[in-house]
């Protein structure tokens, strides 16, 4: 069996450049000046030799290896001889550039193309260095022998030493008894040792024999044979085996195999051992071209030992493929299909995927230049865990025309759509929609003024299986608009701080006449969650199943400070809310005897609640924002988000808390704290806790420690989420854990790999940034 190591650790093929650097000595010699001036004193400590250095972040130097440049020779005694040999002894220097190369004695034969040097043998260039006991080199047929050798790569500071090296032709070379880590001289916290490292740098890789794996001195684990790139190409073979645990599924062992099939595409096949259910099997394939970017993944569990409802064949699979031609064209498939709607729930890794409920389905295409749109979509999205279907769109095909500030100033745009509504227990549709647009904007240096009117006209052809819908209805109904908005500024100064104020006024008016739209069924439409841009929307509502009647008046203010050195934005305070002159009878219930939605009746209120949207930087490690929606005549606040934040030198700490009533149904109370705290230079420790407050119960909670040595980094983390099993009903089904559990260990041998389950905890932690990513 053979591991591939996929983090290129030998692509300056040093020993190659090695023979070049001496190559061209043997052009030069006889006419090189040798002089024994100047003599460079050699430390008798040879680990000082070697950088004393952590691995860090992969160096982006472009230093090369000189082999054109002028060569200089040192030593204290030189003799040719009649045969044409030259002998160099004591304290000898070969420089050429950045490259140097000491020894004690030398011997070099350039007629029959040997060099063969002794005692202190020392070489070094702006990618490796290298000592040794004894050198041997053939340069006619390109070969030679390095005896008890230690070398070290300065990108990335992996080094290691081999009893003899042997350079076998141009593109073979072979170590015996080699040991190779990222740790400084003197400090191997891990060690890889291997009795014969095989090199072809004409394939671009190397194999090794009987590896054992030393965390500090102590064997840890065995690999009958390791397969590692040496240049910059990919290639097959086995990745690293991860380890993790679960309460849902046990202890989990995978095993991937690579397989590089191609420079543009590549896959990855695994066995995942779940100890609780069976072997997972699962694939990854991936292609690049000039236009397109395609993934496909599906994994398979052929007889799970803990399936519910006789379920036992498992499977998830999806196809996510881009495409793009020039500037205009652009493409999109993306498909997803599950086994059963507890797929999730038993296989996810967190609170998201652990609950997902949705899955996409969906294929389109675009086309877009300066004065043309167009776009067509097929969907069939598939809803987990309840008995609704979405509705399916077969096509839907839209194409706009657009001309900004064609005729003296004038913009002129018309949108065109025609969608299908697919469903198999419900209304269909074929809706077609025909949109004119005018807006003649007006502009000047501290604000604008833009008019705006449509002509919405839409034509529906519906079947209804209950018969209560018309079959043919058509809608036709202005949208006319004026946004407006002004920016005025001043110097000011707040506690000796010099600083910018804006004060941006927005009043933003809509009209729209109320039309009956009741007989319309909901194919696409829903309410718009609200906030500050809710209040200069045109429609209400998302879709076009309805088009919200509106006689109102939005008014918002916004006050930004900018410090006047830096420009850097400091606070920002918006306050906003709309006034409507006239009632809102439209609303999303359909019609009498069609029990769809509930009939909210005629909204009479005369102004929406009062938002105020806040964002606060306090002095530079501190931020503050947030957005709160209350209702003045309840007294209430209906809707909130707040949070606070601190970073600061590889430490960040989050406060968040969200609340929404939701119109009467049982509010939803979040609270979160999460934090990445490093404690010193090498452990930091990471956190979340998410509750819901209403229903007193933890969503998602996680604690652990990243550390980090020298050379080697380990990440922990102990993970427990909410994870309801839910039936094709939604009703959480009888039996089964309200929690999962789980245990994620990651060990980074600097420069070399990661092993274990890694977690992406940039989207657990806001602001968290990852220090093991460059390893």
Same mark, same amino acid.
Request: proline share 3%.
């Given at each position: 069996?053979?591991?591939?190591?996929?983090?290129?650790?030998?692509?300056?093929?040093?020993?190659?450049?090695?023979?070049?650097?001496?190559?061209?000595?043997?052009?030069?010699?006889?006419?090189?000046?040798?002089?024994?001036?100047?003599?460079?004193?050699?430390?008798?400590?040879?680990?000082?030799?070697?950088?004393?250095?952590?691995?860090?972040?992969?160096?982006?130097?472009?230093?090369?290896?000189?082999?054109?440049?002028?060569?200089?020779?040192?030593?204290?005694?030189?003799?040719?001889?009649?045969?044409?040999?030259?002998?160099?002894?004591?304290?000898?220097?070969?420089?050429?550039?950045?490259?140097?190369?000491?020894?004690?004695?030398?011997?070099?034969?350039?007629?029959?193309?040997?060099?063969?040097?002794?005692?202190?043998?020392?070489?070094?260039?702006?990618?490796?260095?290298?000592?040794?006991?004894?050198?041997?080199?053939?340069?006619?047929?390109?070969?030679?022998?390095?005896?008890?050798?230690?070398?070290?790569?300065?990108?990335?500071?992996?080094?290691?030493?081999?009893?003899?090296?042997?350079?076998?032709?141009?593109?073979?070379?072979?170590?015996?008894?080699?040991?190779?880590?990222?740790?400084?001289?003197?400090?191997?916290?891990?060690?890889?040792?291997?009795?014969?490292?095989?090199?072809?740098?004409?394939?671009?890789?190397?194999?090794?024999?009987?590896?054992?794996?030393?965390?500090?001195?102590?064997?840890?684990?065995?690999?009958?044979?390791?397969?590692?790139?040496?240049?910059?190409?990919?290639?097959?073979?086995?990745?690293?085996?991860?380890?993790?645990?679960?309460?849902?599924?046990?202890?989990?062992?995978?095993?991937?195999?690579?397989?590089?099939?191609?420079?543009?595409?590549?896959?990855?096949?695994?066995?995942?051992?779940?100890?609780?259910?069976?072997?997972?099997?699962?694939?990854?394939?991936?292609?690049?071209?000039?236009?397109?970017?395609?993934?496909?993944?599906?994994?398979?569990?052929?007889?799970?030992?803990?399936?519910?409802?006789?379920?036992?064949?498992?499977?998830?699979?999806?196809?996510?493929?881009?495409?793009?031609?020039?500037?205009?064209?652009?493409?999109?498939?993306?498909?997803?299909?599950?086994?059963?709607?507890?797929?999730?729930?038993?296989?996810?890794?967190?609170?998201?995927?652990?609950?997902?409920?949705?899955?996409?389905?969906?294929?389109?295409?675009?086309?877009?230049?300066?004065?043309?749109?167009?776009?067509?979509?097929?969907?069939?999205?598939?809803?987990?865990?309840?008995?609704?279907?979405?509705?399916?769109?077969?096509?839907?095909?839209?194409?706009?025309?657009?001309?900004?500030?064609?005729?003296?100033?004038?913009?002129?745009?018309?949108?065109?759509?025609?969608?299908? +509504?697919?469903? *198999? $227990?419900?209304?269909?549709? &074929? #809706?077609? !929609?025909? /949109?004119? @647009?005018?807006?003649?904007?007006? %502009?000047?240096?501290?604000?604008?003024?833009?008019?705006?009117?449509?002509?919405?006209?839409?034509?529906?052809?519906?079947?209804?299986?209950?018969?209560?819908?018309?079959?043919?209805?058509?809608?036709?109904?202005?949208? +006319?608009?004026? *946004? $407006?908005?002004?920016?005025? &500024? #001043?110097? !000011?100064? /707040?506690? @000796?701080?010099?600083?910018?104020? %804006?004060?941006?006024?927005?009043?933003?008016?809509?009209?729209?006449?109320?039309?009956?739209?009741?007989?319309?069924?909901?194919?696409?439409?829903?309410?718009?969650?609200?906030?500050?841009?809710?209040?200069?929307?045109?429609?209400?509502?998302?879709?076009?199943?309805?088009?919200?009647?509106?006689?109102?008046?939005?008014?918002?203010?916004?006050?930004?400070?900018?410090?006047?050195?830096?420009?850097?934005?400091?606070?920002?305070?918006?306050?906003?809310?709309?006034?409507?002159?006239?009632?809102?009878?439209?609303?999303?219930?359909?019609?009498?005897?069609?029990?769809?939605?509930?009939?909210?009746?005629?909204?009479?209120?005369?102004?929406?609640?009062?938002?105020?949207?806040?964002?606060?930087?306090?002095?530079?490690?501190?931020?503050?924002?947030?957005?709160?929606?209350?209702?003045?005549?309840?007294?209430?606040?209906?809707?909130?988000?707040?949070?606070?934040?601190?970073?600061?030198?590889?430490?960040?700490?989050?406060?968040?808390?969200?609340?929404?009533?939701?119109?009467?149904?049982?509010?939803?109370?979040?609270?979160?704290?999460?934090?990445?705290?490093?404690?010193?230079?090498?452990?930091?420790?990471?956190?979340?806790?998410?509750?819901?407050?209403?229903?007193?119960?933890?969503?998602?909670?996680?604690?652990?420690?990243?550390?980090?040595?020298?050379?080697?980094?380990?990440?922990?983390?102990?993970?427990?989420?909410?994870?309801?099993?839910?039936?094709?009903?939604?009703?959480?089904?009888?039996?089964?854990?309200?929690?999962?559990?789980?245990?994620?260990?990651?060990?980074?041998?600097?420069?070399?790999?990661?092993?274990?389950?890694?977690?992406?905890?940039?989207?657990?932690?806001?602001?968290?940034?990852?220090?093991?990513?460059?390893?």
């Amino acid at each position: 069996m053979q591991f591939i190591l996929m983090k290129n650790i030998g692509n300056q093929k040093p020993f190659l450049i090695l023979i070049s650097l001496i190559l061209s000595l043997t052009a030069s010699v006889a006419t090189s000046a040798v002089s024994a001036d100047d003599k460079t004193a050699v430390d008798d400590k040879i680990d000082d030799f070697f950088l004393r250095k952590c691995p860090g972040i992969i160096s982006t130097d472009s230093s090369i290896v000189e082999t054109d440049s002028e060569v200089d020779i040192k030593a204290d005694d030189t003799v040719i001889s009649k045969e044409g040999k030259v002998s160099f002894k004591g304290n000898i220097q070969l420089m050429q550039g950045s490259n140097n190369l000491t020894a004690d004695l030398a011997e070099l034969d350039a007629e029959g193309g040997q060099l063969t040097a002794s005692g202190n043998i020392r070489y070094q260039d702006p990618q490796i260095r290298l000592t040794s006991d004894d050198i041997q080199l053939d340069f006619k047929q390109q070969t030679g022998r390095i005896k008890n050798t230690k070398f070290q790569l300065i990108k990335g500071s992996m080094r290691g030493e081999a009893s003899l090296i042997q350079i076998q032709n141009k593109n073979a070379i072979k170590l015996t008894d080699v040991g190779i880590t990222s740790c400084p001289p003197g400090k191997e916290s891990w060690l890889f040792e291997t009795s014969q490292i095989s090199i072809d740098t004409d394939k671009g890789r190397g194999v090794a024999q009987d590896v054992l794996l030393k965390i500090n001195d102590v064997p840890v684990f065995y690999f009958p044979t390791i397969s590692f790139p040496v240049d910059d190409k990919r290639h097959s073979g086995f990745l690293y085996p991860s380890l993790g645990t679960s309460s849902r599924n046990g202890i989990a062992v995978s095993a991937p195999w690579y397989w590089n099939i191609a420079p543009d595409k590549d896959a990855t096949f695994s066995a995942r051992y779940l100890s609780l259910r069976g072997t997972m099997l699962s694939t990854e394939y991936r292609q690049l071209t000039e236009n397109s970017e395609t993934e496909f993944f599906a994994e398979y569990l052929g007889n799970d030992k803990r399936a519910l409802d006789g379920v036992d064949e498992r499977y998830f699979y999806k196809l996510d493929s881009d495409y793009s031609s020039g500037e205009n064209w652009r493409g999109n498939i993306d498909y997803s299909s599950v086994s059963d709607d507890g797929y999730f729930y038993d296989f996810g890794a967190n609170y998201t995927s652990g609950n997902r409920n949705y899955l996409k389905r969906s294929g389109k295409i675009g086309f877009d230049d300066a004065h043309l749109s167009f776009s067509g979509l097929i969907s069939d999205d598939l809803l987990l865990s309840t008995p609704i279907d979405s509705y399916s769109r077969l096509p839907q095909l839209r194409l706009s025309f657009l001309y900004p500030e064609y005729l003296a100033g004038l913009t002129t745009n018309l949108h065109l759509e025609v969608t299908a +509504f697919r469903h *198999d $227990s419900a209304v269909e549709a &074929e #809706r077609l !929609m025909l /949109i004119p @647009e005018f807006e003649y904007p007006i %502009t000047w240096s501290s604000g604008y003024i833009k008019p705006r009117l449509k002509w919405h006209h839409s034509q529906y052809s519906q079947d209804d299986p209950g018969g209560v819908l018309p079959e043919s209805i058509s809608r036709s109904l202005p949208i +006319f608009s004026i *946004d $407006s908005g002004m920016v005025f &500024e #001043r110097n !000011m100064e /707040i506690s @000796e701080e010099s600083f910018i104020q %804006t004060l941006e006024p927005r009043l933003f008016y809509l009209y729209v006449p109320t039309h009956d739209q009741s007989d319309i069924a909901l194919f696409d439409t829903t309410d718009v969650n609200n906030g500050v841009d809710s209040l200069f929307r045109e429609n209400r509502y998302t879709g076009e199943d309805r088009i919200g009647d509106s006689n109102q008046v939005s008014l918002a203010i916004t006050s930004r400070f900018y410090e006047q050195n830096s420009g850097r934005e400091r606070m920002r305070l918006t306050i906003g809310r709309a006034y409507y002159l006239d009632d809102r009878e439209v609303n999303l219930a359909v019609s009498s005897g069609y029990p769809t939605m509930i009939n909210s009746g005629i909204d009479s209120s005369r102004r929406s609640e009062l938002i105020t949207n806040l964002q606060v930087g306090i002095y530079e490690r501190w931020q503050l924002e947030g957005e709160i929606e209350y209702d003045d005549r309840t007294h209430r606040t209906d809707k909130g988000v707040i949070g606070l934040q601190y970073k600061n030198n590889g430490r960040v700490f989050n406060m968040r808390h969200r609340y929404n009533r939701f119109s009467g149904i049982d509010a939803i109370e979040q609270a979160e704290v999460s934090f990445s705290w490093q404690a010193n230079a090498d452990l930091a420790f990471v956190a979340r806790w998410q509750q819901d407050i209403r229903n007193n119960r933890t969503i998602d909670s996680f604690a652990g420690l990243e550390y980090e040595s020298c050379c080697w980094a380990m990440r922990l983390v102990a993970r427990r989420y909410l994870n309801l099993r839910l039936d094709q009903f939604g009703s959480t089904v009888p039996g089964t854990d309200e929690y999962n559990t789980g245990i994620y260990l990651e060990f980074i041998l600097k420069g070399l790999t990661n092993i274990g389950n890694s977690l992406n905890l940039d989207r657990d932690i806001q602001g968290y940034e990852d220090r093991f990513k460059n390893y």
